[in-house]
Structure formats: C-alpha cells, structure tokens
C-alpha cells in the first residue's frame, strides 16, 4: 500500500513509519488503513519520533470510515539497529502476532524505516507461525520480498544489521 512495505504474509504488512506529520494529507497512514490494517505494531522508542497513537490514530480511522473502536496499536521499543532485550521481550510480540491472526487482523509491524527491527521480527514470526522451517529460510523469504520494496537498491538488506539477521538465524 506505500512504497516502503511489502505483505509479509496475507495479514501481516511489514513497513516503515506509517505517519509523516508534516504532510497534511496524512497519505501513508491513510494507505495502510485502507488496506485493512486494524492492528499497529510499532518497534520505535518513545521520543524516536512523532508518536501517531491515540487521537490521531483513531481520527484517521474516522476519516476512512472506520471505527475507531477497531484500531488496536501496541509499542514493543527495540533500540534503532539493536537486538530486542530479551528473547521474553520476543516472544511477547510474536502472542500479539498469533492473537492477531487468530483473530483474521491485519497487521502492520513498522520501525522507523521498515528495515532492520521490522525484518527482524518478521523473520521470527516467518519461523514461528510454521510459515518458513527456520531462521535461514525466513531470511530468504524476506530477502525476496525486500527486492519489491523502493528502497531497496539503497538498503540492500533486510534485517539491516547482522546481528538481526543472526537473531533470526537462531529464533526458534
């Protein structure tokens, strides 16, 4: 639905930040929307950037004829090209995930560029929900999906870092 994204899975959208204040149109967050996405997940720190939960989150939703009510966003913080605390902390997101689909949500997980934490946690759930046998697997999937994504030629890898890809390689 925007050019920094890709359907990791027929309910799960990978991206980059979905809000851009400074647009008055407010066209990528209104995309996501419109391609069903009711669930949020952002791996961004408090402060990394401009917070679109809450008002102006369910505002959006209005404007697109939604109920506000349907929108569900949770924030699990991973530090910009870092590893999640804890493999618990993991964990954790992935029971969002499977609630989500369980539920038939259509979810978007977003860090701030949608590269590295947002590859990372979609590698894990690719191992986790069956959808890929392992981590190397995972990657492959995403490596493939990453080639349709605009930035790509600029950012050749997702996850962006090793040790992403390597905390993937060893989910299980």
Known sequence: ????????TPLLLACEYPWTPANPNKPKLDAV??????TFIDLTENGELRPY?????????????????AIE???????????PESIEFMYSLMEVLRDNERRGRITAVHCRGGIGR?????????????RARNGEEALAIIAQKWKTVAKCNKYPHSPETGAQAEFVLHFE
């Open 73 to 83: 966003y949770h924030r699990f913080p991973i530090h910009d090209r870092s590893l």
């Open 1 to 8: 639905p925007i050019p920094n994204s890709y359907w990791a």
């Open 118 to 130: 947002t590859g990372m946690v979609i590698g894990c759930w690719l191992v986790e929900s069956g």
């Open 53 to 69: 939960n809450g008002e102006v989150l369910a505002t959006r939703a209005e404007f697109l004829g939604i109920d506000r009510q």
């Open 33 to 38: 929307l419109h391609a069903g996405v009711r």
